[in-house]
């Protein structure tokens, strides 16, 4: 075989060897093989040298011919193996954008929070705003200002929580505990709309320290209603309270209203409807009286106006107090409180 036929022959074998690289691997060993600086190409270009020295233009020309060939071919074939290994790896990783999406699992809220929620919406359609006073309350607020003094045996009915207090608090303003009930937000109100009349609700978690039980907790919430005007009078407490009861526990409730003592409120009432599970026919909820008490209430008193600022001769007003928990314990049938704080799902799940 002469230089010219094997110049012929690697071409041949190089053209090959690409066609059958299937891989980047393969096009770096071809690389290598041929072109690199030990390869059979550049070989070829050093054999020159032996040529008689007439053959060397035309075979130097036709080497160069082949380089140039040799190359557009790699490229060529670079470029379509870059392009199928790109598409391999696409299908790959590929994502089915069909596939369903995996749930995101939704929560809900508590029982007590639908239960307030609703209470808002009722007496949103009455006319009451929701305004917010601090769980962490002065003592004079919670009590002297509501016309408990600290003598008054009635403060034994709010087992009390106290606070050590910041450092940076004034001394003067009194000791600080956790509401035992949402009653003093009604001194906050007064204060800051007088000489606005006033209709609000004010809902909050209370603190009382009482030993737990099946029927105590030492943390539930109340909602509170407060009514400031110039002719309030006991019927649109009554009136109030019987629409809330219609609105919440069903239409064609009944109420009564039985006299009471709470030292913010004279007169003061207790409000009772007829017993949600049994209709007032008797049941274990009702203890057999056909009546569930519902709210404590009562026309504010004098000293608790004008504790808020309004003038008791000019003002009258109404109030009253319920909790949260117990309406929904008596709705589902449920016997212990505990679970309202016991973060068991297999309770939470039910509402
Ligand atoms: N604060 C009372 C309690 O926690 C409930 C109450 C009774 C609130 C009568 C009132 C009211 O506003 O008029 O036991």
């Known amino acids: 075989m002469n230089s010219f036929e094997e110049l012929e022959a690697v071409r041949q074998s190089a053209l090959k060897a690409l066609e059958t690289a299937s891989q980047s691997a393969d096009l770096t060993v071809w690389e290598k093989t041929y072109m690199g600086r030990k390869g059979a190409v550049t070989q070829q270009l050093r054999s020159i040298g032996q040529l008689p020295a007439e053959e060397r233009p035309i075979f130097g020309q036709r080497l160069n011919e082949i380089k140039a060939e040799l190359q557009a071919a790699f490229e060529a074939r670079a470029e379509e193996i870059k392009r199928r290994e790109l598409a391999r790896e696409l299908e790959a990783g590929a994502v089915d954008v069909t596939l369903p999406g995996r749930p995101v699992p939704a929560g809900h809220h508590h029982l007590t929070t639908q239960t307030l929620r609703r209470i808002y919406k ?44 910041p450092e940076e608090q ?6 600080l505990l956790l509401r035992t009930h949402t009653s003093p937000g009604q001194i906050r109100v007064m204060r800051e709309r007088y000489p606005e009349p006033i209709r609000v609700i004010l809902p909050g978690k209370c603190y009382r320290y009482e030993q737990i039980t099946a029927r105590s907790e030492h943390q539930f919430y109340q909602v509170e209603g407060l009514a400031v005007g110039r002719e309030i009078t006991i019927t649109d407490l009554i009136g109030t309270v019987h629409q809330f009861a219609e609105l919440f526990y069903g239409r064609g409730r009944k109420i009564r209203v039985r006299s009471s003592y709470f030292p913010f409120t004279e007169p003061s009432i207790e409000v009772d409807t007829n017993c949600i599970l049994c209709d007032g026919q008797g049941c274990g909820v009702c203890k057999y009286t056909g009546w569930l008490e519902i709210a404590g209430a009562g026309m504010v008193h004098p000293v608790v106006l004008e504790n808020g600022g309004y003038d008791p001769a000019e003002w009258s007003g109404f109030a009253f107090g319920f909790g949260v928990e117990r309406p929904s314990m008596m709705r589902y049938s449920v016997e212990d409180i505990r679970l309202y704080y016991g973060n068991d799902l297999r309770f939470l799940r039910q509402f």
């Open 122 to 165: 009722i007496f949103g359609q009455l006319g009451f705003e929701v305004y917010e006073a601090p769980d962490v309350e002065l003592e004079s607020y919670n009590f002297d200002l509501l016309n408990i003094p600290a003598y008054h045996p009635a403060r034994d009915m709010w087992d009390t929580f106290w606070v050590a207090p």
């Open 170 to 175: 004034d001394a003067d303003e009194g000791r």
